[in-house]
Every structure is written in structure tokens, then in C-alpha cells.
């Protein structure tokens, strides 16, 4: 149950032990490992599709889990998702707001898979934004995954969220460019 509450499939798929390394992982290995063991700040893991960052990020998830810490998985899509559902909802004992709000301060390591691939309305980007400013701006322990560099983020998130999800200045965001080829296809 709590793989299932958690985002993640079970038995573990994509662990730190299945992950095969190849040039231009290592410093993401690092770093996710790192994120596992002491969650503390962002972790921004960028690059080509194929290239690791989700299993990366799971592996994270999972060792949290097997340490008897909660940590959450979640594509930016469906966590959109989620919020539309509970937007909807007519009934007179759901409080969006307050849920919302607890998704933005859940004290457990959180990860945004796939951030920028979400398709949305104005509604959908003010959301995304708040839940991912207000991670920032408590420096709640957050890995982001990405297939776009910093400009295209911009244009498909917006500004703001590229911002903190690339802030390479202040060091509460490490970013860690995933240069390796894709896993699947060899390129």
C-alpha cells in the first residue's frame, strides 16, 4: 500500500542497483543518492528523453520508502491531475484549498517527474506555480525532472518555475545536466 500511495510500482522496478551507468550519470547518481539518504533542498536533473533522470528519481523514492520514509512520485501532468479532480468535486465536505495546501507543504521528499511536458490553462500554470514556489521558498526537499533546458522551460512552465527549477545561485537547487545518451535507444 504505501508504494502504491507513494507513486512508485511494486516490487521496486527502478532502483539505484538496476541503474547502469554510462558518461555523463555519475554526478546525477551522486546527487539522487544523496537526496535519498538526507533530503534537504532541490534537485533538478536534466537532459534528453532515455536518459535516467525517472528511474534516478524513482530510486529515490524507493530507498526512502525501504528507510520507513514517505516520499511521493508524481509527473507534473498528473499532479495537475489530481487538483483538477479535486477542484471538481461539489461536495459541501471537500476543501480544495486545504488540500492543495498540504501538497505543497508535505515535509517528505516530493518528486516532479517530467516537469514541462504538462499541458494546461492558466488555471493549471497558477497552480503548478504556487505548489512549486512555495516548495521553493520553505526549501521543502523537491527533485524536479526535466527534458528542457532552461529557455524552453520557460515557455511551455513559464518564467517563474524555470527559475527556481534552474537557480544555480543561491545553492538550494543543485542542477545536474543528465549528458548521456537514452537508454533506450543508444543515442
Known amino acids: 500500500m504505501k508504494y502504491r500511495a507513494a507513486g512508485v510500482p511494486y516490487p521496486p522496478q527502478l532502483t539505484f542497483t538496476g541503474f547502469r551507468t554510462l558518461p555523463g550519470t555519475e554526478a546525477a547518481i551522486a546527487e539522487a543518492k544523496r537526496m535519498a539518504e ?16 525517472s528511474h534516478l528519481a524513482m530510486a529515490a523514492v524507493y530507498e526512502r520508502l525501504q528507510a520507513g520514509n514517505f516520499s511521493w ?3 507534473a501532468g498528473g499532479l495537475l491531475d489530481r487538483w483538477r479532480s479535486w477542484f471538481a468535486r461539489k461536495d459541501d465536505e471537500f476543501d480544495f484549498a486545504e488540500r492543495f495546501d498540504r501538497d505543497c507543504d508535505a515535509k517528505y521528499l516530493v518528486v516532479v517527474d517530467d516537469l514541462g511536458s504538462e499541458r494546461g490553462t492558466d488555471w493549471a500554470r497558477e ?3 504556487m505548489f512549486l514556489d512555495h516548495r521553493y521558498g520553505y ?3 523537491t527533485i524536479i525532472t526535466t527534458n528542457y533546458p532552461p529557455a524552453r522551460l520557460e515557455g511551455t512552465s ?9 537557480d544555480r545561485r ?3 537547487v543543485k542542477v545536474v545536466h ?4 537514452s537508454y533506450r535507444t543508444g543515442q
Open 127 to 129: 497552480r503548478l506555480t
Open 139 to 141: 526549501g521543502l526537499p
Open 158 to 166: 513559464g518564467g517563474r518555475i524555470s527559475d527556481r527549477v534552474f
Open 73 to 75: 512520485f508524481i509527473s
Open 38 to 53: 538526507c533530503p534537504a533542498g532541490w534537485l533538478t536533473l536534466f537532459g534528453i528523453y532515455g536518459s535516467g533522470k
Open 170 to 172: 543561491t545553492g538550494r
Open 178 to 181: 543528465m549528458d548521456c545518451g
